[in-house]
């Protein structure tokens, strides 16, 4: 039943589409006022797609098995909380919550931007309703998420087991926000180019949408990296899965554009930039869902690998990207102010000299992504790109960036003030010599890894340094580029004293190494809901004095019936221990591996504070206003 | 003018980037790494399970044609559900269905075999499990497709109806 209104509200949302586009037509054309009209169809058509989606929800918490989508992702014994997000743990759910989203926001966007010219409004709904008219016919036409199947099977497949994670649940919703939300970024873009409405003003409303997006999609990231250091059970938090990369590409345009929205903001100027970054922010999103879901590639994230989906995508993403296209050679005029003159060394050299360096940073991941689709369909030949084709490339590059970084913001004061010239030479040295002091212990390349620790170490000091000079003035900024300095140093120093175990060990017996012995004392037995349980105990004896128990897992999971390994993990401030064991198959003992990884916690957490200043910067603008 | 010969590179860039992408869904997706594909398979001698005469895996694997050697037991649950497969693939005549009983009583073999039918061409034994561990097989059931003395393929785990779609068309 629930299924049946879902699908019902799906093909009338469709029809509201349609409705919403005729009118919208009528109204651009008449210079009268904003049509009312225009708003309530969009209220109803998000109506309709959230009844929509909550028929999905439904059918999923009541295990109706007549729906196909349900049938093949849930099962009865699973306990609702992954039930509920079982919804959009599939391919079908996950694209009706995107429309819900795309529906939500444009619906927003009316309510938000009453102040803006209505011909303008008018354009960027018209530019959305195609995306979401895309979105409802793909849907409808090729992943129908209420597809009914007779007779009607007693019992689902279930969700897989490492699916069913809290992080994991919240992953797609938030990720999609950040996604979706760069498809207002893109509408308005295209709406204000046709319309030559680029101006100050604009980029004052719509940096709120790019602020918005960039804070979700950070999250979402973060979320998915943390799922996948403890879930999968390797130990890293990114791997450079193409899946992974999909989702960093449109984040390094986003940041981009956040940079140049603020000298647009300003000083009217990078319109060319602001627009071809919004383009790309959006369709970059579009090649993620192409590229995971046609099944082009091969990874958690695939669902199904249905051509049929794929060429739909792509063919939806080539229209959008000509179009933008189209607008953007036919219709832009250059709106930047002439008259500025650009001083070398001012900020808007330094927030360009960013843009290329993130332009960089973005064509190494698309080629490494795209290359090896490439490299397969012209001559027939496999390749996997992996960790170290983007460490050679983007390390080095990474030092002058800090660098840029650190300097970038201060470079008014440089042709000014004497005095802060000293203290920024006296940070580098000191930087230098804290680092030299790290490295000299270790047996890496000693010169590249020093200066990349010193630039880290140097960006850390000087915004450390800026929070006590500026105090609240710009702190959104200042909260940051913190963080970011944070992450890279922690990603540093936990590549550099990361260390880690492997060996097997039968119960009762024990390992030694170095200053470490591992103790394995035995093995429990539990059976929960939906799984089977073993858990190891496993004593870890350092010989400085500390000794800890961990506790990691295998769990076996009834429907479908898988094995995953679940880590043990105890963190303090400064290093995480994390253990996992697996089964050999018919053997007595077990596969163990034990990491130390320092400073795991400051990548969290310093990513958290990046989205914290995007978040300070939003609620700045809300006082403003 | 020089904006327009701009414009038609982009354009012709892109169309070239559509035209790959959509060759690139038509390739099948399924990755096998490239180490584990094409090795050479693992000399070997052992008993033929029915008599008591040795045979080594070159006189086996001797003609141009597909062999199948499918690591089974009596004992193995999963090799149940994967026997259908096997005796369908048996009525092919382009391929030759090999047989390595793993770490198994003859007795209960042979009562297996009697129960569910018998697929294969050609039953090697595997007492100690040694033949299976050259092959680098994870546990049993494991299957690998063999052409020209090289390993093409590898089932890990019983074969599906997807892996024997799979097998179907390699072999055609």
Request: proline share 3%; hydrophobic share 50%; with cysteine.
């Amino acid at each position: 039943m629930a299924s049946l209104i879902g699908f019902y509200s799906l093909i009338f949302g469709l029809f509201s589409s349609s409705v919403i586009i005729f009118l919208s037509i009528l109204n651009f054309r008449n210079t009268n006022s904003f049509d009312k009209k225009i708003l309530t169809f969009t209220s109803l058509q998000l109506f309709f797609v959230i009844v929509s989606f909550l028929g999905l929800i439904f059918s999923f918490i009541n295990s109706d098995f007549s729906n196909e989508t349900v049938y093949n992702h849930s099962h009865t014994t699973k306990p609702i909380f992954y039930k509920i997000s079982g919804t959009w743990g599939n391919h079908e759910g996950s694209l009706l919550l995107w429309l819900l989203v795309l529906t939500l926001f444009i619906f927003v966007f009316l309510i938000k931007s009453k102040e803006q010219s209505k011909q303008y409004r008018i354009l960027t709904l018209l530019f959305q309703q195609v995306i979401i008219i895309g979105f409802f016919i793909f849907l409808i036409k090729t992943s129908n998420p209420f597809n009914y199947i007779f007779p009607v099977p007693k019992e689902g497949l279930g969700l897989n087991p490492i699916l069913q994670d809290p992080a994991l649940a919240i992953h797609p919703p938030i990720l999609y926000l950040g996604y979706v939300g760069s498809s207002i970024i893109f509408s308005s873009t295209l709406a204000a180019t046709s319309l030559n409405y680029i101006s100050k003003k604009w980029a004052a409303h719509i940096k709120i949408w790019v602020l918005i997006s960039w804070i979700f999609l950070t999250l979402g990231i973060l979320l998915g990296s943390i799922w996948a250091y403890y879930e999968l059970g390797w130990g890293g938090f990114w791997f450079w899965d193409p899946v992974e990369n999909v989702s960093l590409m449109p984040w390094l345009a986003l940041t981009t554009l956040l940079h140049c929205i603020l000298i647009l903001e300003k000083k009217l100027l990078f319109t060319s930039w602001v627009i071809i970054l919004s383009i790309s922010t959006f369709t970059l999103s579009m090649c993620g869902t192409f590229l995971v879901r046609s099944g082009i590639l091969n990874s958690v994230h695939t669902f199904a690998n249905d051509p049929e989906r794929g060429l739909y995508i792509l063919i939806f993403l080539f229209c959008l990207i000509f179009l933008s296209l189209f607008i953007f050679f036919f219709l832009h005029k250059s709106q930047d102010n002439k008259d500025y003159n650009f001083f070398w060394l001012s900020k808007e050299t330094s927030i360009l000299i960013n843009n290329w360096f993130m332009m960089y940073f973005l064509s190494v991941v698309l080629i490494g992504t795209m290359y090896p689709i490439f490299l397969e369909v012209i001559t027939t030949e496999k390749i996997s790109v992996g960790p170290p084709f983007y460490n050679k490339l983007i390390i080095p590059f990474l030092i002058p960036f800090l660098f840029a970084m650190a300097i970038g913001p201060k470079l008014k004061w440089i042709k000014s003030n004497l005095q802060d010239k000293m203290n920024l030479i006296i940070l580098l040295i000191i930087s230098f010599l804290l680092s030299l002091l790290i490295i000299k212990n270790t047996n890496l390349n000693f010169l590249l890894n020093t200066i990349l620790v010193t630039s880290g170490f140097y960006l850390f000091f000087i915004t450390l340094r800026d929070f006590f000079i500026k105090g609240f003035n710009k702190l959104s900024q200042n909260l940051a580029h913190f963080g970011f300095s944070l992450f890279i140093l922690s990603i540093l120093l936990n590549n550099i004293f990361s260390s880690e175990i492997i060996t097997n060990l039968k119960i009762g017996e024990k390992f030694q190494k170095d200053n470490i012995e591992i103790n394995f004392e035995g093995v429990k037995k539990k059976s929960i809901n939906n799984y089977d349980t073993i858990i190891g105990k496993f004593k870890i004896i350092d010989f400085n004095g500390s000794e800890e128990v961990l506790e990691p897992e295998l769990r076996i999971y009834n429907q479908p019936n898988i094995v995953t390994s679940e880590a043990d993990i105890k963190t303090d401030l400064f290093t995480d221990k994390f253990m996992t064991m697996n089964l050999v198959q018919n053997e007595d003992y077990f596969n163990i591996r034990y990491q130390v990884k320092p400073f795991m916690i400051w990548i969290w957490l310093s990513v958290l504070l990046i989205s914290l200043g995007g978040l300070l910067s939003l609620l700045n603008r809300r006082n403003e206003n | 003018m020089k904006i327009k010969i701009f414009l038609v590179f982009i354009i012709v860039f892109f169309l070239t980037v559509f035209f790959v992408l959509y060759k690139g869904l038509q390739n099948s997706n399924i990755y096998t790494p490239d180490t584990s594909q094409k090795k050479d398979i693992p000399f070997f001698k052992t008993k033929i399970f029915y008599s008591e005469k040795m045979i080594s895996s070159e006189e086996i694997f001797k003609n141009d044609k597909f062999y199948l050697l499918n690591i089974w037991a009596s004992w193995c649950v999963p090799c149940r559900d994967e026997h259908a497969f096997l005796l369908n693939l048996s009525d092919s005549s382009d391929l030759e269905l090999i047989g390595l009983n793993y770490k198994d009583k003859s007795e209960n073999a042979k009562k297996f075999l009697r129960e569910l039918g018998d697929p294969y061409d050609f039953i090697l034994s595997d007492k100690d499990g040694t033949i299976s561990i050259e092959w680098g097989a994870y546990g049993v059931p494991e299957s690998f497709l063999i052409y020209n003395k090289k390993v093409v393929k590898k089932i890990i785990g019983p074969i599906t109806s997807k892996s024997f779609l799979e097998l179907k068309k390699v072999i055609k």
